[in-house]
């Protein structure tokens, strides 16, 4: 598989879900080996985890005092096309726009202006089962021929536990939007985070049913937007995984400290554990 980016500079905007902040990217084609990265305030920041500041509840890069924010659903849309080499400047704002809260309408554009470029992709491949876990959650990868991402999870009151997979079919997972619990936006709002949430841009569940009023995209769109936020994750590693990647039950600090100890591993290990228990 070769390397990609784009043909041209490709522009979105739109408010952040977290900041509520309006927002203008745009993505710059890069050579092959560049990599993605984002620059902000003169700023150059990797899409990579040694940069990753913040998990909670969006994936948070940061360099030098400059900070970029729910990276996450772009990456996972370039992971999934194949654009390898791009930068992702920032003319306003510092959260990446949130849209209609899937990867839509990154897919709708990006998808018919990759350019391939000559050299090869660079390939993570996996030798032996690895597997990072917490209390209630674990991400295990295991050798595969080719790349695959599972995804199991529930959702209260609404779906029973299910697994979802992305073996290379965009459709599987690039129209699901971010979620919340009814009970959890006060909370959110009181830290600071989903001021620019809204029915537009996130699905808010309440108890047995959807707020809003066009419903589901999919019956199990919650959890397929959680294995988009996965494939996101998972490109922070800097290199394409040749391997079958499970998650039972991750999110966004799960998904880190699965790239982080993956690129850190030399594999003398085969299982790393956290289980902190909070009063
Ligand atoms: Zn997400």
């Known amino acids: 598989m070769r390397q990609g980016t784009v043909l041209y500079p490709v522009e ?8 509520g ?3 203008r990217i745009v993505l710059h084609p890069e ?6 990265r984002f620059l902000a305030k003169g700023v150059y920041i990797p ?7 913040h998990t909670d509840h969006a994936t948070l890069l940061g360099k030098e005092g400059v900070k970029v924010s729910t990276v996450e659903h772009l990456l996972a849309v370039l992971y999934i096309l194949g654009l390898d080499n791009l930068t992702v400047e920032f003319l306003e704002g510092s959260e990446v726009p949130i849209l209609d809260g899937s990867g839509y309408h990154f897919y709708k554009v990006l998808k018919d202006i990759r350019l391939e470029l000559e050299e090869e992709v660079r390939v993570f491949e996996i030798k032996e089962v690895f597997e990072v876990k ?4 674990y991400i295990r990868v ?10 199991r999870g529930y959702v209260k009151g609404l779906l029973e536990e299910g697994t979802v997979q992305y073996c290379g079919n965009v459709k599987d997972v690039v129209f699901a939007r971010t ?7 006060g909370f959110l709002r009181s830290r600071g985070l989903a001021k620019g949430g809204s029915l537009k841009n996130a699905v808010v569940i309440g108890k047995g049913y959807v707020h809003n009023p066009e419903g589901l995209r999919s019956k199990d769109e919650p959890i397929r937007h959680k294995l988009l936020d996965l494939l996101g994750d998972l490109s922070l590693l800097g290199i394409r995984i040749r391997g079958r990647v499970f998650s039972h039950m991750g999110g966004h600090t799960l998904n880190y400290a699965f790239v982080k100890s993956l690129a850190e ?10 289980c902190v228990s909070t009063p």
């Open 12 to 19: 979105f905007k739109g408010i952040g879900l977290h900041s």
């Open 21 to 23: 902040e309006f927002a």
């Open 31 to 36: 050579k092959a080996g560049t990599g993605i």
């Open 47 to 53: 899409a990579n985890y040694r940069y990753v500041l």
């Open 134 to 137: 917490n209390c209630k959650a």
């Open 142 to 151: 295991e050798p595969y021929e080719g790349f695959c991402a599972l995804y």
């Open 179 to 185: 979620f919340c619990y009814e009970e959890d936006v």
């Open 265 to 274: 591993s030399s594999f003398s290990t085969s299982s790393t554990s956290s």
